[in-house]
């Protein structure tokens, strides 16, 4: 299984980013796909999620100013990311997660760094 992040940089205040993630040795469409951020000296967070049916949530603190979305087809999910702030700072991870026989399943991409400074 591979997830491979890419589309992090270093941004003004306010700018956006477009993060994708490519999926590989998974039931792509039978997965739920999540980002998650880490930033300096803090624990891992969520910051969205998509089901594999397309149901979408959102952390608040993204609410009205991220967009998660995916192709199943090309096996990818995206983080498309407006109004970014310093507090956004933060190695973006990709994520799939599968229940299935009563287990969770998570696989787990190198991230991404996303800087947003003047």
């Known amino acids: 299984v591979q997830l491979q992040a890419s589309g992090g940089g270093l941004v003004q205040p306010g700018g956006s980013l477009r993060l994708s993630c490519a999926a590989s040795g998974i039931i792509f469409s039978s997965n739920d796909m999540r980002w998650y951020r880490q930033a300096p000296g803090k624990q891992r967070e969520l910051v969205a999620g998509i089901t594999s049916g397309g149901s979408r949530n959102y952390e608040d603190f993204v609410k009205g100013r991220f967009t998660i979305s995916r192709d199943n087809t090309q096996k990818m999910v995206y983080l498309q990311m407006n109004g970014l702030t310093p507090e956004d700072t933060a190695v973006y991870y990709c994520?799939?997660?599968?229940?299935?026989?009563?287990?969770?399943?998570?696989?787990w991409g190198q991230g991404t760094l996303v800087t947003v400074s003047s």
């Open positions: 994520n799939a997660h599968k229940y299935s026989n009563r287990r969770n399943f998570d696989y």
